[in-house]
């Protein structure tokens, strides 16, 4: 008899090996989705956290920004001697500067600009994280789909291989077809190695942003287009002059310049000085001294004329870039508007929804082949078309995605997402 301890240790232990391989089953069957992949993607990217703490970095400046400077304090003591007297002789001061009214707010300011850019900097990253997240999972998934198809090509080439290798009638027509076929799937066998390269070449390029285990090979499921989103071009144009990141970050370096130039022809008025002083002589008897001052440069040599000058040009030039960034942005617009018109066109002659119909004709090739009923010419060209036509199917949704993407980003505006499987 097995003692009752073993029999009880054996049961937990046949359970607990029962419950590890129910978690790895469902680990194995777990995919992601888009939306997935995105808040993983935000939640760790580096560059989203340095694009972050720049926006602090310019917070802590604009608040040194809008401070006074310290005041100087002087202390003196020395020895005073007098007709064969002498005694000590102490002193103390305080000085402060005084800003001309205006500089400080305008210092502050010009710092804000650049708290507001570095934050629109962060929001732009944001931004493109979730466009290349969202195209690469598309491109990824692709591939996945791809190299499903080419698995089952290669079986189907590799079985009809083994059939014409074992018939029993060996006539030239039928040596020659083997040689054909034999070729044939030794060819796309390299063509296979090439597509599993692309699918981990892929999957590498999502994982700069979603940090996955490199060893793995994540399902990703995305549901693909049957008919392009609308987009109006107009109403595209409008908002991108609005709402781009390119245009707003150059408004805000015009309004920096603007500001920039008024400080300048502040600059030209000197700053007060503002002192206190108390001295103390006690040579035979105490003297004291308490008094006050302002101090003002006289602005004889330095004028800040040509940091004025200086200035208005800088604000020019990025009035300049400010109309070339729109330029640009309109016709890098009308450029994807134009992609994604032929590619939205596309979807619709290479539609998603044939790839069964595809596959299910290519399986009723494969028997009416066998049964001797369709030519090798015939088969081989079938099969090369139902490849082309799959690779064709995908090629397109990728490309209409890479264009819609691109234009939500430009624009910066939250279109319709693919829906996740």
Partial sequence: MIPQKIVHALLSLAVLLLFCALLSAEENEKFYTV???????????????????????????????????????????????????????????????????????LREEIVSFEENRAQLSYEEMRSYVRHKVMLLACEYAAYLRKIEHAERRLGRLRLIDAYMRGRRVVSPQRVIEHKIIHAKRLMFEREFSRVKSDVRVAFL?????????????????????????????????????????????????????????ELSKRERYPDFGFSLFYDEEDVGEKERVVGGGISIPLPLLQRNRYAIERSRVRMERDRALLLNTKKQIRAELRSLFEEYQLYGSLIKKFSIDDIDSIEESMRYADREFRRGRVALQTYLEMDAQSHELIEAVFDAQVKLMEAYSTIIFITDHQGEEPSDD
């Fill in 35 to 105: 939306d997935t992949l995105i808040s993983r993607a935000l939640s760790q990217y580096e560059l989203l956290t340095a694009s972050k703490l720049g926006i602090d970095e310019f917070r802590y400046g604009k608040h040194d920004a809008a401070k006074w400077q310290n005041p100087r304090v002087g202390i003196r003591v020395g020895r005073k001697s007098v007709q064969k007297r002498s005694g000590h002789l102490y002193g103390f001061s305080l000085e402060q500067n005084i800003p001309y009214p205006g500089k400080q707010r």
């Fill in 205 to 261: 390029r999502l994982n700069v942003y979603t940090g996955f285990p490199t060893e793995m090979l994540p399902d990703v499921r995305v549901t693909w287009y049957v008919e392009a989103p609308a987009l109006d071009l107009s109403e595209l144009l409008k908002r991108a002059e609005r709402k781009s990141y390119a245009v707003r970050k150059q408004n805000e370096a015009v309004k920096r310049s603007e500001k920039e130039l």
